[in-house]
C-alpha cells in the first residue's frame, strides 16, 4: 500500500500529467488560504535532491498574489521558523524530494501521517513535520501539504536529472495556474 494520494506520473508522451483527484486536492487546499507559504527543501549538491528547490526557483519568477510568500529553504528549513511563525500562514506547501520507489519525476501529495510515521519524504536535519508542529499554537487551523517528488539520482555533484527538471517545471506551471485562478476567485 502507498504512503502518498494524488501520483501524478510525468512523462513527455503523456497528454494529461496531472489527474483529477491530483488538481482537486491542490484546489481544496489552495480554496480557504488566507496566507500561503511555500517552502522549497534541498540540497543543490546532490543532484534530485534539488528538485524542491528547483520549482520554487520558478514560483519567484512568476508573479503570484501577494497572499503567497515563497522560501528557499535549501536543507536547513530549521532556519526559517522565525520567518514562518511571524508570516503566520495557514497554509503551507513543502516541496521536496521524496523516494516513493516510482520512476523519476513522479509527484506525489503525501498526507502527513505518512511523513511522521516514518516514511522519509525528506534527507533533512528536521523532521519536517516538526515545522507544523512549531507552528500550531500561533497558528492553530494551519494545515500543511507534503509534495514529493521522485528523484532519479541523489549523487554529489550532479545536476538535476531530466526526468526531474520536467516534473518541476510541469508542476510549478500548474501550481502557479491554480494559485492565480484562486486569487482571481477571492478578488471576486
Excluded at 513527455?12 to 484546489?27: C, K, L, R
Excluded at 521558523?81 to 523516494?99: Q, V
Excluded at 550532479?158 to 526531474?164: A, N, V, Y
Amino acid at each position: 500500500m502507498n504512503s502518498y494520494f494524488g501520483l501524478a506520473l510525468m512523462s513527455e508522451s503523456a497528454d494529461e500529467q496531472f489527474t483529477q483527484e491530483f488538481i482537486q486536492a491542490i484546489d481544496k487546499f489552495l480554496k480557504e488560504a488566507m496566507k500561503l507559504a511555500i517552502i522549497g527543501v534541498g540540497n543543490e549538491d546532490n543532484g534530485d535532491d534539488a528538485v524542491g528547490l528547483y520549482v520554487l526557483s520558478i514560483l519567484q519568477e512568476a508573479n503570484l498574489p501577494e497572499w503567497v510568500t515563497n522560501f528557499y529553504c535549501e536543507n536547513v528549513p530549521e532556519h526559517f521558523l522565525g520567518k514562518f511563525r511571524r508570516l503566520e500562514p495557514d497554509r503551507i506547501i513543502i516541496l521536496d524530494a521524496a523516494d516513493m520507489k516510482e520512476i523519476p519525476g513522479a509527484i506525489a501529495i503525501f498526507p502527513k501521517e505518512a511523513v511522521s510515521s516514518g516514511f522519509h519524504l525528506s534527507t533533512h536535519t528536521l523532521s519536517l513535520t516538526m515545522l507544523e508542529e512549531f507552528l500550531k499554537p500561533a497558528v492553530p487551523d494551519l494545515i500543511t501539504m507534503y509534495v514529493g517528488i521522485q528523484p532519479k539520482d541523489l549523487y554529489f555533484d550532479t545536476p538535476l536529472s531530466e526526468e526531474c527538471k520536467v516534473a518541476a517545471e510541469e508542476f510549478a506551471e500548474l501550481l502557479i495556474e491554480r494559485i492565480n485562478l484562486v486569487g482571481k476567485e477571492k478578488a471576486n
